[in-house]
């Protein structure tokens, strides 16, 4: 290969091996027949958004293509893949402002990035790569969908649900801000409104269990833990039926976890939007009901729940319940702070012993019953009560502790039929769809219900039909969802005419009746457009789905794909999966703690539980990366004017300067700002180990390099430390220590007059991971052919770590008057004679007595004398 005399030209550097990586497939992945350890790296793939990079993306990249590289330097199989999760709501709101397809800009963004990835040096294995916009790859979204659809995991309702009118689509209870002008969306600050709309919901409560359980086994963050189990949110406690007092057959039904204070229950509230909402409400009450849920419709579930907020809301509808425990009639309230999503929408209040509850009983004058003792006298009227102690004023109960208590009322409540013992979780069902042009389309039909009912027993379908139809109302009519079969997979996009969402809110794809009404053949799940003849009998009319999966879809199992990309039969072969098993290393932001991870674990855990996967969870070990801060020390964003662009530091610095800077700059966990100024410190470091190799004038190996004589034991010992500490802090992820530890190797070296080939080799291959390209460079001016990726990983010898001198301290009277090398074993008669010879040292003594003589071996001798 080619290359200039001897100066340090990065980008000659970085632009020769960058082609050299690409024209040798450097980090091709080798089959999983190759003999080697298999060690899978993952980075939480990106979405290609038109900013391309800014300098804060790099640094989680850096971090997994050190350990990378590391790895396949050890000897192991490495797979480090790329990809890119590129549907989304930016991308179809650029197509509604310009009308370019989504597509089109989707591949630029994705162009972009591809080459700001490349431009920095990360191995990665680019035959591998992804998107999940690709039909090839969404064909197994729509499969594992299919697979939901069938198992009974898939349903359809009509929720309350963020609804943005000018995005035109629903949003998940994160993507809406609490403003003071209300809810907005996160994307655009536009204004949000609860609106109900049919939804594609999948039961992930189903799986809330083995999720929790499942966390137990993970290399996980604890923060990261916790926070995927308080969104699960398991609650143990009872199911509690109150009859109506004035509508027959009605009841409402409760969860509590706190069944022995049922005695103190002195009023009810039922969410806004609770089923029985209308029923319950008497004449006299409807308008300051009706009122109300208007007022409080287009409040976040935060706004309604926050306890920072001191005044409490809410209307009696007129209806009474019967507490079951003694009979007594209790008012039922409709108030914000009750949420239709967690529990059954309806709760008993205990205004003694719960804060909220006694706030709003205090709020709206209602009864405050003490039924939970304690040591002291205390007054309920004054402040609730929410400690442990003995039962009070609880008939029976009196007298017992809180745990016999919930065991005895919930038997009788069972034996009664008015309970039971219930587990209760925050999680909610997950709303899968969005009213969105550009996102994977639903493999599904709606048929009559008449239709449905003449599918033949020996259909082709019937391997991917639920035990229980999915069934549904659109416009006023019943009908019964079919699906497509693996045959008629992928179903692509159409064109459409506009990107513009429906004032309705149903997707742009509800204007193609071209592609949405077809002939459904009930036999084998064929489809043809309705503008064309029946086919034949067994073909029905059929509308597709026009609603779209979320951009959750495509990241839920992306990793999966990675292990074989190609495959077109399988979405990934038994082989395959069973030699990469699951990510050795996945890394990413911390903002991924809770839905993406949540999301991916319960498709994981489902396609193990159908034999589909070898292993119940998809990420053993995670590691999130703090993040990289603007010079002003705040989140990097456009609208700060603190984004600072990599494409111009590589350009400027080179991009070996940058990654060493990005992991130079603290704890890879922290977050830390980005100083421009500071990286000229690891590029006078990346120079130095230039010159160290190279003669800058000749272009040849320095001087200093000869095989011909021995090191100093300094030299030699420093090396294999750092061999030492650089793999340890690899393996560990502690890469800011050791570039320090490289750093004094560096000043030991250049001290030393002369240097081994063996010794630079080692510190060049100890720094290749850090910095690829100058070491890639180096290694070939030291005369060799093939890439540094493949000269394996520098051994040390834990023999030359120990020092067979050490430094004493020699001391006249307390003060230090000289220091000195000697042999570690030297004895103490040597040591005191070193110690009187030293000129230093003697000139102090001068003839006076020594009174007395202070040795402590290897360290100092200090001489006590007169006068």
């Avoid at 120079?687 to 200093?704: F, P, Q, Y």
Wanted: charged share 25%; aromatic share 10%.
């Amino acid at each position: 290969m080619e290359h200039s005399q001897g100066v340090y030209d990065f980008t000659a550097f970085e632009q020769r091996w960058q082609a050299y990586w690409k024209s040798h497939s450097t980090f091709r992945t080798e089959p999983s027949t190759c003999g080697k350890p298999k060690y899978y790296v993952l980075d939480m793939f990106p979405y290609p958004s038109g900013a391309g990079l800014h300098i804060g993306h790099p640094e989680g990249y850096t971090a997994s293509d050190i350990l990378g590289r590391y790895k396949k330097a050890s000897g192991f199989n490495v797979l480090h893949p790329m990809g890119w999760d590129a549907f989304g709501l930016p991308a179809e709101q650029h197509a509604i402002a310009t009308g370019e397809h989504p597509a089109l800009q989707t591949r630029k963004n994705i162009d972009n990035f591809r080459r700001q990835l490349q431009m920095i040096g990360f191995g990665i294995d680019w035959e591998r790569e992804l998107s999940t916009t690709d039909e090839k790859y969404f064909r197994w979204t729509q499969w594992i969908f299919l697979k939901l659809f069938r198992h009974g995991l898939a349903y359809v309702s009509e929720k309350p649900v963020w609804f943005c009118p000018a995005l035109g689509t629903v949003l998940a209870n994160e993507e809406v801000l609490n403003t003071k002008e209300g809810p907005r969306s996160e994307r655009g600050n536009h204004p949000v409104e609860r609106r109900p709309i049919r939804q594609w919901v999948l039961r992930i409560t189903a799986y809330a269990d083995k999720l929790i359980e499942g966390l137990d086994s993970l290399d996980w963050p604890d923060s990261t833990k916790r926070l995927q189990k308080n969104w699960i949110g398991k609650s143990e406690g009872a199911e509690v039926k109150f009859e109506l007092a004035d509508i027959p057959n009605e009841s409402l039904t409760v969860f509590t976890t706190r069944p022995d204070t049922l005695f103190g229950a002195t009023y009810m509230v039922v969410a806004p939007e609770h089923p029985l909402i209308s029923k319950l409400t008497t004449s006299a009450q409807k308008a300051d009901v009706d009122t109300y849920i208007a007022a409080v419709r287009n409040k976040s579930d935060l706004e309604r729940t926050d306890l920072a907020d001191k005044k409490k809301t809410g209307v009696f509808t007129g209806s009474y319940a019967i507490n079951p425990v003694n009979g007594n009639k209790i008012p039922v309230w409709t108030a914000d702070y009750v949420l239709m999503s967690y529990g059954t929408g309806a709760i008993m209040a205990v205004p003694a012993h719960d804060i909220r509850d006694w706030e709003f009983a205090k709020e709206f004058n209602l009864p405050i019953i003490q039924v939970v003792g304690s040591k002291e006298p205390i007054d309920v009227q004054e402040k609730p009560w929410t400690e442990d102690g003995p039962m009070v004023n609880s008939g029976a109960f009196n007298g017992l502790s809180a745990t016999e208590t919930k065991k005895k009322i919930t038997a009788d409540l069972t034996n009664k039929g008015q309970g039971k013992l219930a587990v209760n979780f925050k999680l909610r069902d997950w709303l899968f769809s969005r009213q969105r042009y550009w996102g994977e389309p639903f493999p599904i039909l709606w048929i009559s219900k008449t239709d449905y009912a003449k599918i033949p027993a020996d259909s082709e379908i019937r391997e991917f039909l639920p035990k229980e139809a999915v069934t549904c109302q659109i416009n006023g009519v019943e009908v019964c969802a079919v699906p497509l079969t693996s045959k008629q997979l992928p179903l692509i996009l159409p064109e459409v005419k506009s990107y513009q969402p429906s004032p309705t809110g149903d997707s742009p794809l509800s204007k193609e009746p071209e592609w949405t009404e077809v002939w459904y053949n009930i036999s084998n799940g064929e489809t043809v457009a309705q503008s064309k003849p029946q086919p034949g009998p067994l073909w029905i009319k059929a509308s597709r789905e026009t609603n779209t999966m979320p951009q959750w879809a495509g990241s839920c199992w992306y990793y999966l794909r990675y292990l074989d990309p190609q495959n077109t039969k399988e979405l990934a072969s038994a082989e395959n999966l069973n030699y990469w098993g699951n990510p050795d290393f996945y890394i990413g932001g911390a903002e991924h703690a809770v839905l993406h991870l949540l999301y991916a674990r319960f498709w994981h855990r489902f396609l193990y539980d159908i034999k589909v996967l070898p292993t119940p969870e998809p990420f053993k070990k995670l590691f999130h990366q703090g993040l990289i801060l603007g010079e002003d020390g705040e989140k990097m964003s456009k609208s700060r004017g603190n984004v600072v662009n990599p494409d111009i530091i590589v350009k400027e610095h080179g991009a070996d300067a940058l990654r060493m800077y990005l992991m130079f700059l603290g704890p890879l966990e922290a977050s830390k700002p980005w100083n421009t100024d500071g990286i000229s410190g690891i590029t006078r470091f990346l120079r130095r180990l230039w010159r160290l190799a190279v003669d800058e004038t000749t272009g040849n190996i320095s001087h200093k390099i000869n095989d011909g004589v021995n090191e100093t034991e300094e030299l030699v010992r420093e090396l294999n430390r750092t061999i030492k500490k650089v793999s340890h802090d690899i393996e560990t992820l502690q890469f800011n220590t050791a570039i320090s530890q490289m750093m004094i190797l560096m000043n030991v070296a250049e001290k030393s007059p002369t240097l081994k080939r063996s010794t630079v080799e080692d510190f060049t291959r100890l720094a290749a991971p850090f910095a690829p390209h100058v070491c890639e460079e180096i290694w070939q001016r030291l005369g060799h052919k093939e890439s540094i990726t493949q000269a394996g990983w520098p051994k040390y010898d834990e023999s030359k770590l120990i020092e067979s001198t050490v430094d004493v301290v020699f001391q006249v009277n307390g003060k230090v008057r000289a220091t000195t090398k000697v042999d570690k074993n030297i004895s103490k008669e040597a040591l005191v004679a070193l110690a009187k010879a030293d000129p230093a040292v003697q000139k102090f003594l001068d003839g006076k007595p020594i009174i007395k003589e202070i040795i402590v071996p290897g360290k100092l001798v200090n001489f006590v004398v007169a006068g």
